[in-house]
Structures are given as C-alpha cells and as structure tokens.
C-alpha cells in the first residue's frame, strides 16, 4: 500500500466480500481484513476502522482489532517470546505481535527483556518496509517525563528499565520521572524491560532522579559479609582479595564497591571469621 502508510489506523470502505474476509479500500488502494480479524460480519459500501500491517509476503491486511501502540504513539508493550539473534516479540494489542530487532537491543543478550518484561515502543519500519516495534530514545523519554519533587529524596521507587550500560541503568518511574542507577548501586545489571525497585539518592535540578538498587549500609553490610563468607566456603577458605585491592577486581568479584567490600571485610575481621595476609584474605578456620 503505497499511499496509506502501514502501522496507522485508517478508515477503509468494504469493496467486497471474499472467502478469507473482506477487501477494503480507501483512495484506490486496497486491503484484505481476514475473517479472524473482524468480530462482525460486514456488508458491501460498509466504512470500517482498521489498523493496517502487512504480512509476510509484504502484502497490506487490517485488523479492527486496533492496537495501544501505532506509528508516532508510543505505549508499554508487553514481552511475549524472545529469540535469540533476532529480538524479542511484544504484544502492541493485534493479533501479530510486533519484532523489536536486534538492532535496537542491548549487545549482550543477557540483559535482554525476558517475557513478561515491557517495553516503551513505537512502530517504524525496516529498510524493505517491514513493520518493526522500535524503542523509545532518550529524546522521547525526556519529551515525557515529569518533573520529580524534592520530597522524595530517600523515598521507594519503582519502575521499567529502557536503558542499559556498563555505566548504568536508566528507568520510567511509574510516575513518569526519569531515573538513573549508577553501576556502583547495583549488584547486578538490570534487564531491559525490567521493573525494579529501589530508593532515591538524589533529586537533580533537571528534575531527574539518580536512585540505588541496593540496601541502606548497615543492611548492605551485613547481606556483603555473607556473601564474602560463601565465596570462601566454596574456594578453600582463601581469596586473592584484601582491603587494599584494585577497585575493578573487587566488582568483577563481588558487584560491589570497594568501599562496601571494605565494610563487610572489617565486619568479618571484627567477628574474628577472616584474616588477611600476603595479598590474601583467609577463613580464620580454614587457614592452615
């Protein structure tokens, strides 16, 4: 359909009825509205509003099965089946889930949405007209956002990841703010499409939000000194790590600063559970 652009929501005319449905027109151009995609039975001369999308034969079909999410509309869409070296499927309310490619997915797949995870999407198209779900973009994300008031400093909050990197992750709250979570106050690098929770640690003067996913320090010291503690349990009671370590191999180790490592090792060390030496911290009662 060259001049009614896929992806949109248009008013189409019944031409005639077919066994697989209907052929619908509007300004000579035509498509065919399958049987599965109408709850009614329609009548010739009949003006009808369909969501247009096109098959995999690149031909035009339409559905009044009208969707949340359509060119130049941007919605949260639901993760339905993810596909390795692909991208992932999300439901945009039709009955054909829409691909959101690879392209506009994080490089490592670890961090891509699993199902039941969402979204932020629009519809565009690929270079051979492809309906695609593409993405928001940080320009429509701060379109969008709302402005966070002061007083929900050290408050709870929540909401979807649209963004990963090594640097960080950037959310939606479920207000609308827009968030961002240093990799130092994470463990773990979110999902994309991920909901999170955690608290803010700082209201900015653009109105943004920099929040942690991680405990307040006393908690965080006692949930660190664990896990210090199991990964001795499982390496003979010794690791190449002390208080004086590169800061780089104590996150690749552990996902936390050194500062927290530190807090948790001087708790451990306090409780007289580890000792270090010679580059080395040691289970008091597995060292030899």
Request: aromatic share 6%; net charge negative; proline share 4%.
């Amino acid at each position: 359909m060259n001049n009614i652009p896929i992806g949109t929501v248009q008013t189409m005319t019944v031409l005639r009825h077919i066994d697989t449905g209907y052929v619908l027109e509007k300004n000579n151009e035509q498509a065919l509205l399958h049987h599965n995609e109408t709850e009614k039975g329609l009548i010739r001369g009949e003006e009808v509003c369909v969501f247009l999308y096109s098959d995999k034969s690149g031909r035009s079909v339409a559905s009044t099965k009208l969707p949340h999410v359509q060119m130049g509309n941007y919605d949260w869409a639901k993760v339905m089946d993810v596909v390795p070296g692909l991208g992932v499927f999300v439901d945009i309310g039709t009955a054909k889930d829409m691909l959101v490619s690879l392209d506009d997915l994080p490089v490592f797949e670890d961090v891509w949405p699993n199902k039941g995870d969402q979204l932020l999407v629009t519809l565009g198209q690929d270079k051979k007209g492809r309906l695609l779900a593409i993405p928001a973009t940080e320009d429509v994300i701060f379109s969008r956002m709302e402005w966070a008031p002061e007083n929900i400093y050290n408050q709870p909050t929540s909401g979807r990841i649209y963004k990963t990197s090594a640097e960080g992750s950037a959310f939606i709250t479920e207000e609308d703010y827009r968030g961002f979570i240093h990799h130092t106050e994470r463990k773990t690098e979110p999902r994309l499409g991920e909901l999170i929770s955690g608290r803010v640690i700082e209201v900015k003067e653009d109105g943004t939000i920099n929040a942690s996913l991680r405990p307040y320090k006393k908690q965080s010291r006692i949930e660190d000194a664990d896990a210090i503690l199991a990964y001795l349990e499982e390496s003979e009671g010794v690791i190449a790590l002390t208080d004086k370590s590169d800061p780089e191999d104590i996150r690749g180790t552990f996902g936390i600063s050194k500062a927290a490592f530190k807090r948790a090792l001087g708790k451990l060390m306090k409780d007289g559970k580890v000792e270090q030496k010679d580059g080395n911290t040691y289970l008091k009662d597995a060292k030899g």
